[in-house]
């Protein structure tokens, strides 16, 4: 099963969205300090809470933990 991670949704304060642990999300900064703009792989878009630098480091070690364990559920596959 993916590692989900939970962030706190810096668009409705005080709700948690969860956010699957994908080595192909790619994170930026948002347009508010201390916000981070998540877009998943199956594109969904998520504003959350958090330094885009944190946001980014927890889940990159969060998926490359599941490769390394074996639970991932998606084989690494190249981007080119």
Do not use: C, W
Not at 14 to 20: E, F, L, N, Q, S
Not at 55 to 79: D, F, M, W, Y
């Amino acid at each position: 099963m993916p590692a989900l991670l939970s962030f706190e949704d810096a668009e409705r304060r005080g709700t948690r969205v969860y956010i699957d642990a994908h080595p192909q999300t790619s994170i930026q900064p948002g347009e508010v300090p201390n916000t981070s703009i998540v877009n998943s792989p199956d594109g969904k878009r998520f504003v959350v809470v958090g330094d885009y630098r944190d946001v980014q480091l927890k889940i990159q070690a969060a998926s490359a933990q599941g490769h390394e364990s074996g639970e991932a559920p998606r084989k690494n596959t190249s981007i080119s």
